[in-house]
């Protein structure tokens, strides 16, 4: 299995890489784990329309390097336990997925044309976080469906 996390931006906060540098060494036991940011597009304006320019174009790029059965981290997804989300991640393969790619947007999220192509809509609840801390907390419940379905001691 091949877990990739598509990004918008790049990561600047060290704390931040450490972290995911830590769950991706954790992972590479389960996985071939990657983790791909693309270019953030700059906001020339507070305009709506600059927003959706920004989004579309974020979503271009996005779209360009997404591969395999796509996971969006939406406000509006499907809120999942961590069991439920090992569970969902350890049915894939019996249906032919070899790779999944959770894609995370940038400051305004993700355009409608990447949250309609993606196969699911996942969301860890109503709470609005920082992308960039989105990323370290998504690592961290990647590892631990990855460890719910091994009955691995992490998850309590």
């Known amino acids: 299995m091949a877990v990739n996390v598509l ?5 600047k906060e060290k704390y931040l890489k450490d972290g995911i540098a830590e769950y991706a060494k954790r992972l590479s036991r389960f996985c071939k784990f990657t983790v791909t940011e693309v270019e953030e597009e700059p906001l020339t304006s507070e305009s709506e329309s600059d927003i959706e320019r920004v989004k579309a174009r974020e979503g271009q790029r996005i ?25 969902y991640m350890t049915s894939l393969p019996a249906k032919g997925v070899s790779r999944i790619t959770f894609i995370i947007g940038g400051s305004y999220g993700l355009s409608d044309e990447v949250a309609s ?8 609840g109503k709470n609005t976080y920082p992308h960039q801390l989105m990323r370290l907390i998504l690592c961290e419940q990647i590892y631990r469906a990855f460890m719910i379905a091994g009955g691995g001691t992490y998850h309590k």
Do not use: M, P, Q, Y
């Open 63 to 87: 779209l360009s390097r997404a591969e395999g059965h796509l996971i969006a981290l939406c406000i509006d997804g499907k809120n999942l336990s961590s069991t439920e989300l090992s569970e």
């Open 7 to 11: 990004c918008v931006g790049r990561l």
């Open 117 to 124: 192509r993606c196969n699911f809509r996942l969301s860890f």
